[in-house]
């Protein structure tokens, strides 16, 4: 599986942006998929992620403004982000887990591959 992220760039607090996840792979609907991010001199961090049945889960720090979606004919998975401010500001990863069972949807380790990174940068 080979995911690719796009859309990032530069953006002014308040504003919106959406990144996109393109995925290699027969069987993506089957797949759980997620952004993570991380912020210049900080740990990789959750931030959504949904199911293959659409089912969503958001970090608290994004909730009500980030929206996460897929669409399984494209094999894409996007992200919405709007409201932005300075702390947004970071590497956005997508992965997937192709494994049957997500048994922890917000730790790193229970995605199997990854896309290279966009960077989202938010100015105050």
């Known amino acids: 599986v080979q995911l690719q992220a796009s859309g990032g760039g530069l953006v002014q607090a308040g504003g919106s942006l959406r990144l996109s996840c393109a995925a290699s792979g027969r069987t993506f609907s089957s797949y759980a998929m997620a952004w993570f991010r991380q912020a210049p001199g900080k740990e990789r961090q959750f931030v959504t992620t949904i199911s293959s049945g659409g089912s969503t889960y958001y970090t608290d720090s994004v909730k009500g403004r980030f929206t996460i979606s897929r669409d399984n004919a494209k094999n894409t998975v996007d992200l919405q982000m709007n409201s932005l401010n300075p702390d947004d500001t970071a590497v956005y990863y997508c992965?997937?887990?192709?494994?049957?069972?997500?048994?922890?949807?917000?730790?790193?380790?229970?995605?199997?591959?990854w896309g290279q990174g966009t960077l989202v940068t938010v100015s105050s």
């Open positions: 992965a997937a887990c192709v494994r049957s069972t997500l048994l922890n949807l917000v730790s790193q380790s229970s995605y199997d591959y």
